[in-house]
Nanobody
Framework: QWQLVESGGGLVQPGGSLRLSCAVS????????ITWFRQAPGKEREAERE????????????HYPAFDEGRYTSSKDRAQNTAYLQMTNLKPEDTGIYYC??????????????????WGQGTQVTVSS
């Protein structure tokens, strides 16, 4: 049985940092990539989630410059089978629910945000003074 469990969200002031975790069971992160998505406030559907970072099965890191301006870094701990998203210099527009996901069609590729991808339950990040 597979499971992705995000944690580490919370309320942080602008300029602060957070590290989100995605604990994975049922998949070996040596063989699967993890993509992080943000669902902004007011966006209800899975299709409206935006990919913000991806850590590949081989350890390669993909960032999405339109969103993170270099402020997001994803990584993973093979021993813990856990992926991480380090976010720095947070801004109010970073607010949202953050999800980790695995591509249902090809686990070695970064997920595209399809409804049939494997998703965690999300963790809320609020950036506010």
């Amino acid at each position: 049985q597979w499971q992705l469990v995000e944690s580490g969200g919370g309320l942080v002031q602008p300029g602060g940092s957070l590290r989100l975790s995605c604990a994975v069971s049922g998949f070996n992160l040596d063989d699967y990539s993890i993509t992080w998505f943000r669902q902004a406030p007011g966006k209800e559907r899975e299709a409206e989630r935006e990919a913000v970072s991806c850590i590949g099965y081989s350890g390669g890191f993909t960032h999405y410059p339109a969103f993170d301006e270099g402020r997001y870094t994803s990584s993973k701990d093979r021993a813990q089978n856990t992926a991480y998203l380090q976010m720095t210099n947070l801004k109010p527009e970073d607010t949202g629910i953050y999800y980790c996901a695995i591509n249902h069609a090809d686990g070695r590729r970064c997920a595209k945000g399809r409804e049939d991808d494997y998703w965690g339950q999300g963790t809320q990040v609020t950036v506010s003074s």
